[in-house]
């Protein structure tokens, strides 16, 4: 899985139409920890205007959100689930984002690729973005 080619994704053009159709994103896998690239990424979707919603197995409060256990757990609409989570567990959150039918969108972060995913979250309907960082595509394009 590691250094998979995506062979499904969206081109810069999509990628600006997904950022504004997007309100709300789920980060999976977003850490406590400031340090972690998840929290550097969801504090500039936080001041860029997007509402996040930190999935994270343990916690009650990340950057000042309620803490989910799992996309299942969330009880509003999600636009986007930002992926920060291992190219094994990427399949998982996929089948989560289908079995909620709301979910316009799956982005998985640089150097996470899971094709098979990927492909599966197009058929369900979703936009999808692999390999590239929500903070670097919306600062490049607005």
């Known amino acids: 899985?590691?250094?998979?080619?995506?062979?499904?994704?969206s081109n810069n053009e999509e990628i600006i139409e997904?950022?504004?159709?997007?309100?709300?994103?789920?980060?999976?896998?977003?850490?406590?920890?400031?340090?972690?690239?998840?929290?550097?990424?969801?504090?500039?979707?936080?001041?860029?205007?997007?509402?996040?919603?930190p999935i994270y197995p343990k916690g009650d409060e990340i950057l000042g959100e309620k803490v989910y256990k799992s996309l299942a757990e969330i009880p509003f609409k999600i636009d986007m689930v930002d992926i920060?989570?291992?190219?094994?567990?990427?399949?998982t959150v996929v089948d989560e984002a289908i079995a909620r039918g709301d979910v316009d969108i799956v982005w998985t972060q640089l150097?996470?690729?899971?094709?098979?995913?990927?492909?599966?979250?197009?058929?369900?309907?979703?936009?999808?973005?692999?390999?590239k960082c929500t903070k670097i595509e919306h600062?490049?394009?607005?």
Do not use: W
């Not at 850490?31 to 509402?51: H, I, T």
């Not at 920060?84 to 399949?91: E, L």
């Open 139 to 142: 600062a490049a394009n607005f």
């Open 111 to 131: 150097g996470l690729v899971n094709n098979e995913a990927a492909a599966k979250a197009k058929e369900a309907g979703m936009k999808v973005v692999q390999n």
């Open 84 to 91: 920060f989570r291992k190219p094994d567990a990427i399949a």
């Open 18 to 53: 997904i950022f504004k159709q997007t309100k709300t994103i789920a980060i999976a896998g977003l850490s406590p920890d400031p340090e972690k690239a998840s929290n550097r990424v969801a504090v500039y979707l936080q001041n860029a205007g997007f509402k996040i919603v």
């Open 1 to 9: 899985m590691e250094c998979e080619f995506p062979t499904v994704n």
